[in-house]
């Protein structure tokens, strides 16, 4: 007898849970197909890259706060922590385009993390947009890739041209991440202008490398003060930059240091201290100078909650939300093939950093700003137009 | 290559030669006496770190009080990991510890994350501890001189303790065998307990060097550092505390010089440490200052 009620219990219990399950599924599945295009996000929200991750959410969420409907539903951001690593970064795109079955993507700061997503996107037809994910690479030869910044083939000129003009230097050394897509890309672009500058095959003095998460660079630079360079090309992560940069001055060297966007961290400014004074870099924007009325509706919007100056990868998180918001407007449904397409025909586009016109490779083309640290914030030095370079 | 350069390159290699050797005393130490490799020691440096930022940047409070404050609490931190996660498993297969040691350290971290959050935190260094000091072409920062010293000093106290007092005789007794020294009336839990809160003052102090050093926290921070310091001290022969400074200062070294002489070779800077690790074990599996000691049937 006992049992048999043991028996009953469970077949009960069975049911009942597959009961629930059904139901639950059945009011999900409404939800997703009614009131709800939902939009994913993958960034690094820990690991080495966690700052940069989370200034680009912030955008989002602003942007999605401003403006949460599209076609009468409801936009709901998915986001999903890549954690700094390009395998993770490829599992949390699957994630999303298989699991979460979202209408499109936004991400991800860092161009490995991008990259790594690629051919995920690609093979799901589900189209992403970078915010600030700059390696020439990322859209390359990926019709699902597209992004509202610059990419590095200018910066690495910009870079150069300031080195050249702005500095006069003749002789330059290279300090790579180089298990960062972004720093290799980029300093190859800038030693390539270098030496077209210059006019001098010998312009680049030296290379030295390190990886992701060392924080120890003392070898490397010791090397590097030996060759006498003029200028120090460094682009790399903020935390890492800014103990290079310690350590550089530390260890006695003087010839300015420059690198790309991913210094425009807090956290640059924090580790570096006194040491990263006078550091110049490239970046997308600067709330000094607004570009459009967007602009100045997201300096607002920003300033009124989190009281303190935006950076610039934010700007283009906030853009990139509004891009896909647009193109989900002309394509006039969710279906992430249609998306796509008007994606592609992006014109002119009024985003908070910039009008964005997407070419062929679906890369937006943009000025780019140089800021110095000065006094301990980041200050605008001057803007170089992406025309006539 | 010129002298200077060479002297400074020298000078890089010892500098982290002897923070990894500080870590690695607390490793060997764990070790020694409960024959545990404590995969959470890595994570107990990080939790010191973390507590002595909180204290100065959040509590306003001195540095060197904060860096008592960081050790005291760590202590007890590490106490409150060996109740936890090893004390239940005391006569459970050697595996089995190891296996919830690997658990404790994913816990720590993932806790870390979410209280601490993903953010890298500035370690803000006093003054002392961030003058350049120039000797002939040769810089360097003054809290590298702080770090052997410290190191020499702990390495020296923890030789005395265990060496010439009868709690050092009463770990020493249990590190050979748990249930003679029971009957020889040693409070075994209390001993355990005492090593661990050693081990952890030593992880708490290792991490406020390295965060001086490098100020740069994030809740991963003590992974690779953990990991380098685990083969420094088998290097050293594991459980030999001289072992452990000497196994610290060839990892050092070795990675500076790497990058200094086969800059190509940057990219395996890391991949030395194991390296290093795999022909110590072919060559000479207890480690060079290990004694190689018959298993006990």
Redesign the interface.
């Given at each position: 007898m006992k049992r048999k009620i043991a028996l009953l219990m469970v077949l009960v219990l069975v049911t009942t849970t597959l009961f629930i399950g059904c139901s639950t599924e059945a009011n999900e599945n409404a939800d997703n197909e009614n009131d709800v295009i939902k939009i994913g996000v993958f960034e690094p929200?820990?690991?080495?890259n966690?700052?940069g991750g989370?200034m680009e959410v912030e955008g989002i969420k602003l942007a999605n706060e401003l403006y949460p409907e599209v076609l009468g539903k409801k936009v709901e951001l998915v986001i999903v922590d890549n954690k700094s690593d390009k395998v993770e970064a490829a599992n949390a795109a699957t994630r999303l385009v298989d699991k979460e079955k979202v209408a499109a993507i936004i991400g991800s700061w860092g161009s490995s993390f991008s990259m790594a997503a690629g051919p995920i996107v690609a093979d799901a037809k589900v189209s992403a947009v970078g915010a600030s994910c700059t390696n020439p690479l990322v859209t390359k030869g990926n019709d699902y890739y597209f992004r509202v910044c610059f990419i590095d083939t200018f910066q690495g000129k910009v870079m150069a041209n300031y080195a050249v003009n702005e500095l006069g230097a003749k002789k330059a050394a290279i300090i790579r991440e180089?298990?960062n897509d972004y720093s290799v890309g980029l300093a190859n672009f800038f030693m390539n202008t270098f030496k077209e500058l210059t006019g001098d095959e010998n312009a680049i003095v030296g290379i030295?490398?390190?990886?992701t998460?060392?924080?120890?660079f003392?070898?490397?630079l010791?090397?590097i003060k030996?060759l006498n360079p003029d200028v120090i090309f460094a682009p790399g992560n903020y935390?890492e930059s800014?103990?290079l940069i310690?350590q550089a001055r530390?260890?006695?060297i003087d010839a300015p240091i420059l690198g790309g966007d991913t210094w425009e961290a807090p956290?640059f400014l924090?580790?570096g201290?006194k040491a990263v004074e006078g550091a110049v870099f490239s970046t997308f924007f600067t709330s000094e100078v607004p570009i459009t009325k967007k602009s100045e509706e997201f300096l607002e919007e920003y300033r009124k909650r989190f009281d303190k100056e935006p950076a610039s990868v934010t700007a283009l998180g906030f853009d990139a939300y509004l891009v896909i918001l647009d193109a989900i407007k002309k394509a006039g449904t969710d279906d992430p093939v249609k998306i796509r397409e008007a994606l592609a025909k992006t014109k002119d586009f009024e985003g908070a950093a910039g009008v964005i016109t997407l070419d062929e490779n679906g890369d937006a083309v943009k000025d780019a700003v140089i800021k110095q640290v000065k006094d301990g914030k980041f200050t605008y030095l001057t803007t170089i137009k992406s025309k006539g370079n | 290559?010129?002298m200077s350069?060479f002297l400074?390159?020298l000078a890089?290699?010892i500098?982290?030669g002897s923070l990894y050797a500080l870590l690695a005393i607390g490793y060997t130490m764990v070790y020694g006496i409960l024959r545990l490799i404590n995969f959470a020691h890595g994570d107990i440096f990080m939790v010191g770190t973390y507590i002595a930022f909180y204290s100065m940047t959040s509590f306003l409070l001195p540095w060197w009080l904060s860096f008592l404050i960081a050790m005291i609490l760590t202590c007890i931190f590490g106490i409150i990991v060996e109740k936890a996660a090893y004390k239940p498993l005391r006569n459970s297969p050697r595996i089995s510890v190891m296996i919830s040691a690997i658990g404790a350290s994913f816990l720590i971290e993932n806790l870390a994350?979410v209280l601490f959050?993903?953010?890298?935190?500035?370690f803000p260094?006093p003054d002392m501890f961030n003058k350049?000091v120039?000797i002939g072409n040769v810089?360097i920062?003054s809290v590298n001189f702080y770090i052997p010293i410290i190191t020499g000093i702990l390495l020296l106290i923890l030789l005395y303790v265990v060496n010439n007092t009868k709690t050092g005789m009463a770990m020493r007794a249990v590190s050979k065998d748990y249930e003679a020294a029971r009957l020889m009336g040693i409070d075994v839990n209390k001993i355990v307990s005492f090593t661990f809160g050693i081990g952890s003052v030593l992880a708490a102090m290792g991490g406020i060097m390295w965060g001086l050093?490098?100020?740069?926290l994030?809740?991963?921070m003590g992974l690779?550092p953990g990991l380098k310091c685990f083969i420094a001290a088998v290097v050293g022969g594991i459980g030999d505390i001289r072992g452990a400074v000497l196994g610290g200062f060839i990892l050092g070294l070795g990675?500076?010089?790497i990058?200094?002489f086969l800059?190509s070779l940057?990219?395996y800077?890391?991949a030395f440490a194991f390296i290093l690790l795999i022909v110590i074990l072919l060559l000479k599996p207890a480690g060079l200052m290990g004694k190689n000691l018959t298993e006990k049937v």
């Open positions: 929200m820990t690991g080495v966690a700052a989370a180089v298990s030295a490398d390190y990886n998460g060392d924080q120890d003392t070898a490397q010791t090397n030996k935390s800014a103990l310690k530390e260890l006695g956290e924090e580790i201290g | 290559m010129g350069n400074q390159q890089n290699g500098s982290l994350i959050g993903g953010r890298p935190k500035a260094i350049v120039k810089s920062v050093k490098f100020p740069n994030v809740p991963l690779m990675e500076i010089m990058v200094a800059p940057t990219g800077r890391d």
